[in-house]
């Protein structure tokens, strides 16, 4: 029984010995797994980081006119603008607006107290109704002084009258001074008092009717004047007066201006002026707006070069119906003074320069979004601020990428992104 237990005993001891020693067999192969699969795995984050793709935004290339541009400077202003000044003396009665008001042609803008002056209508009509009455009553009881013209007075009134007609000319046109005009036409004037033909224009001035018309129309006329209405559409820019306010003859009252009519004054170089002619079309960017452009054309160019700056100035039109655009505001004119059409044209910044040479990246073999970038060496022909032709290198329909390419190498992995 004891010889049984000691083979039991040596049986387990033995046991556990390979047991032991098995399992310090075992674990560096464990590790050493554990270390393989850590090595494949930074392995394949190396991978795929060498396969990355770049992001890039990419152009398809087309066809189009390429404008050559001249840039101008300028600044906006209006062609109507007015100050409104008091015609007649007196007290501001109403002011029908406020500052920023769009008004109407025509529309009452300031009233004027105008009692004396509408006392002052109805004494002139009462002085004219009197002289009226007067020319009646003296016309009724004359004698008729109007004798018939012989055929030679005749003759002689109308070659007086002819040569009064072309004296009218004359003057016009400055072929005769003053004096000489003034002198036909007063001989013109007596040759029809002595023939009669002026009888009832001499009457009425006897008895003071002419005058009392003549009088009794100014004072209308001022009475009119207490009455300040908008000459043009507008908008009201400045109030200068209060209602109350005791206002002297040509005091100033407001300002008006209408935007419709805004132009630019534009400053250009006298060696550009071969550039220049009426009716070319221009975009327009405003200091204000710098993200937008507008469009107008070339309304009139100045006859006179500026001595100090040698500049010649040109006007624009601009269409300003949304009342946007400001007088005094800056902006910058280009001028398209000639355009070179259908032509392969690719953005300024999708070109760069390695040794000397132009080239440009374009995308191939692309797969979804996917795709090789390659650089291709390009030929340019004219350019203007923002794009470049290309005479040769790429072709229509080529995707040129345009933003992510400065860091690009040849042959680059990219993704595209717009």
Known sequence: MSKILKIIALIIIVGGLIFAGFKMFQKPKEEETEIIKAEEKEEGKKEKKKEAALPVQVLTIKRGNLPLRL?????????????????????????????????????LLIKLDDEERRLDVEQREAEKLRSYSQYLISESTAVPDDPELTEEQKKELNDVKQTFLQAVKDIEKGKISQKNFEKISDEYQKTLIFSGKMREEIRKAQEGLSTAIIVLKRAQLNLNRTSVRSPFDGIIAELIVSKGEKMNQNAELLRIVNLKTLYLRGFALESEIRHLKIGTAVRIRFDSFPDQYVYGEIEAISPEIDPDRKTITIYVKV?????????????????????????????????????????????????GKIGIANWEYVEVGHQNDEEIEIKSGIKEGDPVVIDGHLTLAHQSRVKITN
């Open 71 to 107: 840039n101008v400077s300028a600044t906006a202003d209006v062609w109507e603008k007015a100050l409104l000044r008091a015609e007649v003396a007196g007290t501001v009665k109403s002011i029908n607006f406020a500052v920023g008001d769009w008004v109407k042609k025509g529309q």
């Open 319 to 367: 269409d300003n119906k949304d009342k946007r655009y400001l007088p005094g505001m800056n902006a910058g004119i280009d001028i398209e003074y000639k355009v070179f059409e259908n032509v392969i044209k690719v953005p300024r910044n999708a070109v760069l320069t390695r040794q000397d040479r132009y080239l440009v990246f374009v995308v191939r073999n692309i797969k």
